[in-house]
């Protein structure tokens, strides 16, 4: 039986039918997040995969953001980490980052994972359990 990323959940993944979450079914997603600098990057990534909150963050050190903010639009240099997690890691996940992070307003979003290779998925989810 073929299945969807939406329809595999933690212990399928990792093989082992006594390790139970629940019901619901853990998917992997993408947290994106801006930062000021590549050094407080750094630091929020170190953080989120140390603690075991996620399996990988990658930095992208450079992009141009263009927003509004206090009235104002504002074009800044920033560093972008793209988070690997599950969804039931995100509550703490974006606890950790506000608690580094020097914005007021950081960007943390996510953006589910619909398919990917099965082998790096289920490390992932192998990665933050």
């Not at 750094?42 to 903010?69: E, G």
Request: charge should be negative.
């Amino acid at each position: 039986m073929v299945r969807s990323l939406n329809q595999v959940d933690r212990r399928d993944a990792l093989g082992y039918p006594g390790h139970s979450m629940g019901t619901e079914p853990i998917h992997v997603v993408i947290v994106m997040v801006t930062a000021a600098s590549q050094d407080e990057a750094d630091k929020i990534a170190d953080q989120v995969v140390r603690s075991r909150l996620a399996a990988c963050a990658s930095t992208i050190p450079t992009v141009r953001s263009t927003y509004w903010w206090e009235g104002k639009v504002m074009n800044d240099q920033e560093a972008l980490l793209l988070i690997k997690t599950t969804s039931d890691k995100f509550n703490s996940l974006e606890e950790a980052i506000r608690k580094i992070h020097s914005y007021k307003v950081p960007e943390i979003m996510t953006i589910p994972v619909s398919n990917g290779f099965p082998p790096y998925l289920e490390w992932v989810l192998r990665e933050t359990s």
